[in-house]
């Protein structure tokens, strides 16, 4: 069988399975840095839905993370509502955004592209700040309940939507409507001489994509148990596209270890120095020249060198 | 609206629009050129304020005399270190992936945002007055410290505009915005204008964080603003075009100075919705030309 010898499968269970285990051996600190480090590989497969099988880059995701957090903490904390009408709170608002921003923004693609989302997201933000009733403005929403409340059981609930969801990108990706994005990709016109009709398939691949994200959000909300609007900033869209490209856009399984790794790197940086920033910078800037295609690159290069010199 | 109120948030907004200018010319000057998004052009910005502020105020104290050695402090470490980087770090990269620079330009942020940290502390560095005096109006007062970033805006406008019709190297650096293959084989040395474009670029940016420092405080991540917007400006004139940059800034900040007063649920949005329906129904904004991929 042809799934038995897909690499990128093996490599997300073996990865899987170790994320299974290794909170046992965890503090409690650790587990939850762990958790924020699944919702970022989450969102960073996510947004490779779009930026590595469809070929558009999106410069402002931020806005899907933060419409399922928002919507999740404005449910249960402004209006009172239970989890699941807030869930859907989150979901209903996140399909809305990404319909409209979407439809308006692949009127365009490449920079052009970029810097629409950019524009909306940055529209998003603003109305975050300004609108304090709703939002809390720029001092967020705090208090945000959290189900279960002890935090390894909340990784494990984490754990589990997450890995469903990454394997779920793993399969979608190979379906025929996965094809579709990837023959997008290489070659819009071809795929619109085919009979496609590509801008809808991009924009089923932008609405996919910030539902991923939008889960991440919802699932970030109640474990920080409070959000502040720089997860709308155009920081926090621009750390999307760099986790998913230092991870390997190639595939699911780097643009999700991408996820895993920045937070890595990011937490130690911040426990050997006060300059975490610099050190943080300088990693990324030394991964841009050591490994041009990502952590995945570096396994190709490995797989590659040990069959050759078999 | 007070009439008196309305003159001096109209001066408010000329004095914002000058320093979106000055960052935004030079972003966008780098874009046009080498076809590179500096992602850390706003901590370039902040950069140039901290050195103006170490000049003037640490160093020599305040006079319109330091001021402009500070200013030229500024540009100078900026465009200096824009070299490095051109040279140094992005020019390996010409050949990759373009989002290898995105991501190395952002790397910078961190690491510039950190280094202003080491040297000068992480507490906002404020000038203790705005240098020169102030015009009365009403109850209000207009430093003519803002009139003066007017006419140095307006200034460097002119000498990009002279630059780039008038002279040898700007009409060789806009061949290369035009076509790089084309140019290199017509023997025009684009190694050497890509560190200049750079450079001058990032000196840009360098004035402009001397010029804003006095009245915008500095402060570490005070680039992260600055950039975004600069986008929107760009965007809004059109990416490589000065005279887009031009018009850019006057529509942000104006939007943005006058919804503040007007309608503050609106004071960034706007900005926002403008840069949206113009990149929805002229992408190439007000007055840029098509965009084309480097080859």
């Known amino acids: ?310 | 609206m007070d009439i008196n109120l309305f003159i001096v948030q109209f001066f408010n907004a000329l004095f914002f629009a000058s320093i979106l200018f000055l960052i935004s010319s030079g972003l966008s000057l780098i874009y046009g050129i080498m076809k590179i998004l500096n992602l850390a052009h706003g901590a370039l910005y902040m950069l140039g304020a901290y050195v103006t502020f170490t000049v003037a105020i640490l160093w020599l104290g305040m006079s319109w005399y330091s001021m402009l050695l500070a200013y030229l402090a500024s540009i100078l470490v900026v465009a200096g270190l824009g070299i490095f980087i051109e040279r140094v770090l992005l020019k390996p990269l010409y050949n990759k992936p373009q989002d290898l620079q995105l991501l190395l330009t952002f790397a910078l942020i961190f690491i510039l945002d950190d280094i202003v940290k080491m040297i000068w502390g992480a507490q906002y560095r404020a000038f203790p007055k705005i240098p020169g005096w102030s015009i009365p109006v009403g109850d209000y007062q207009i430093p003519i410290y803002f009139i003066l970033t007017v006419f140095i805006a307006i200034g460097v406008g002119l000498f990009l505009h002279w630059f780039f019709t008038r002279t040898t190297y700007g009409k060789m650096v806009r061949a290369i915005s035009y076509s790089l293959e084309t140019s290199s084989i017509l023997g025009i040395n684009t190694d050497r204008l890509f560190a200049l474009s750079f450079a001058l670029g990032a000196g840009l940016a360098g004035l402009a964080g001397g010029v804003a420092v006095p009245l915008y405080t500095a402060s570490p991540g005070m680039g992260g603003d600055a950039i975004v917007l600069s986008f929107a400006v760009i965007v809004i004139g059109g990416m490589g075009s000065i005279l887009g940059a031009f018009v850019g800034s006057l529509i942000v900040g104006f939007s943005r100075v006058f919804m503040a007063i007007l309608f503050p649920v609106f004071e960034i949005a706007l900005i926002y919705v403008i840069m949206a329906v113009i990149l929805m129904f002229r992408p190439t904004g007000l007055f840029g030309m098509e965009m084309r991929e480097r080859r």
């Open chain 1, 1 to 310: 069988m042809k799934i038995l010898r897909d690499n990128e499968l093996y490599s997300l269970v073996v990865l899987l399975m170790f994320l299974a285990v290794i909170p046992q051996f965890l503090s409690t600190y650790n587990v939850r840095l762990l958790s924020v480090g699944l919702l970022y590989g989450l969102a960073a497969v996510g947004f490779n839905i779009l930026y590595g099988y469809t070929g558009l880059i999106s410069f402002g995701h931020a806005m899907f993370w933060s419409a399922g957090a928002y919507g999740l903490a404005i449910g249960l904390v402004k209006l009172n509502l239970d989890p699941v009408l807030s869930i859907l709170l989150a979901f209903t608002l996140t399909f809305i955004i990404a319909v409209v921003t979407g439809y308006l923004s692949l009127k365009h693609t490449e920079i052009y592209f970029a810097m629409l989302t950019l524009a909306f997201a940055q529209l998003i933000y603003a109305l975050i700040i300004k609108l304090r009733d709703i939002t809390g403005g720029d001092e967020g929403i705090y208090g945000i309940p959290r189900f279960p409340p002890d935090i390894e059981q909340y990784y494990y609930l984490v754990y589990m939507i997450v890995a469903l969801l990454v394997l779920l990108a793993w399969w979608i990706v190979r379906t025929p409507l996965g094809l579709g994005f990837q023959a997008v990709r290489d070659n819009p016109y071809r795929a619109e001489a085919l009979g496609m009709d590509v801008r809808r398939v991009r924009l089923i691949s932008f609405v996919l994509s910030a539902f991923y994200l939008s889960v991440a959000g919802i699932l970030y909300a109640p474990l920080n148990r409070a959000i502040t609007p720089d997860i709308a900033f155009w920081t926090f869209s621009a750390i999307i596209v760099i986790m998913t490209i230092i991870g390997g856009s190639k595939n699911m399984f780097g643009a999700f270890i991408g996820g895993l790794i920045f937070i890595y790197i990011n937490t130690q940086a911040m426990n050997l120095t006060e300059f975490w920033q610099l050190t943080l910078g300088i990693i990324l800037a030394l991964l841009v020249y050591l490994a041009p295609y990502g952590v995945v690159g570096i396994f190709d290069r490995v797989v590659e060198y040990v069959r050759g010199r078999r």
